[in-house]
């Protein structure tokens, strides 16, 4: 397995991870001579999740790393070319690396609504293609890494573990699970994070280890014996 402590979640997110009427419009700023112009994109959002009175920036790295490594295979720019996209323009795309500059507040800083979290400045035909995915990373994370500060600060000293990989959305678990930490909470269930990313590691116990015994004292016991300064006994697998 390669090391890949320190980098971004998404093993290949492809140029093609965005809405179709971006390829559409930076088509048309080629075609139109404005493929050079210089424009500036600010994200930023209307109002506060879950009711609160500020959100935790989070998938900035993500970001940052799709937009450094951001390159069209030869399968990608064939389907492009096969929904009437001109060759020149696949040609331009083929050799495309970002020139422009990027601006954002840092992870793990709290931000309000109308405020810029991520500006990026270059060329339109290289800002405009990076629209879609850059907010999809940057919204997704920052609402995880939200409601994580939210728990934090609730449990006044206690610590918080992410349990959430089993519900995210495929790979989606990962870029959760990292937010999760930029939010404050103190150890995560996902293995393959705690592995890339060296952070705590933890859990309890599923009900299936308690169902496979003939009472929850012998689960208990048993549990308890393997795991003896660690154990986290869950409770609520009968009568519930």
Do not use: W
């Given at each position: 397995m390669d090391e890949r402590r320190g980098q971004a979640y998404h093993r290949r997110f492809s140029p093609l991870y965005t809405d179709y009427y971006e390829y559409s419009?930076?088509?048309?700023?080629?075609?139109?001579?404005?493929?050079?112009?210089?424009?500036?994109?600010?994200?930023?959002?209307?109002q506060n999740?879950?009711?609160?009175?500020?959100?935790?920036?989070?998938?900035?790295?993500?970001a940052v790393e799709y937009v450094l490594n951001m390159r069209f295979t030869s399968e990608e720019l064939?389907?492009?070319?096969?929904?009437?996209?001109?060759?020149?323009?696949?040609?331009?795309?083929?050799?495309?690396?970002?020139?422009g500059d990027i601006t954002a507040v840092p992870?793990?800083?709290?931000?309000?609504?109308?405020?810029?979290?991520?500006?990026v400045k270059g060329p339109l035909i290289e800002t405009q293609l990076l629209e879609g995915l850059i907010l999809s990373m940057v919204?997704?994370?920052?609402?995880?890494?939200?409601?994580?500060?939210?728990?934090?600060?609730?449990?006044e000293g206690?610590?918080?573990?992410?349990?959430?990989?089993?519900?995210?959305?495929g790979d989606g678990g990962m870029g959760a699970s990292?937010?999760?930490?930029?939010?404050?909470?103190?150890?995560?269930?996902?293995?393959?994070?705690?592995?890339?990313?060296?952070?705590?590691?933890?859990?309890?116990?599923?009900?299936s280890w308690i169902q496979s015994f003939d009472s929850e004292l012998e689960a208990f016991r048993a549990y308890a014996q393997m795991h003896p300064d660690d154990a986290v006994l869950?409770?609520?697998?009968?009568?519930t």
């Open positions: 419009m930076t088509q048309g700023y080629y075609l139109s001579g404005k493929g050079r112009d210089e424009a500036v994109f600010d994200i930023f959002y209307r999740p879950y009711g609160g009175g500020y959100a935790i920036a989070a998938g900035l790295r993500d064939g389907y492009l070319s096969s929904r009437g996209y001109r060759d020149d323009f696949l040609q331009v795309l083929e050799k495309m690396r970002f020139t992870e793990g800083e709290v931000i309000f609504p109308g405020e810029p979290i991520v500006s919204n997704f994370q920052t609402l995880i890494a939200t409601k994580a500060r939210r728990m934090v600060c609730a449990a206690r610590s918080i573990v992410d349990f959430g990989l089993r519900r995210a959305q990292r937010a999760c930490f930029v939010g404050g909470v103190a150890s995560t269930s996902n293995v393959l994070l705690a592995f890339e990313e060296g952070v705590p590691v933890g859990g309890t116990m599923a009900h869950l409770l609520d697998t009968y009568d």
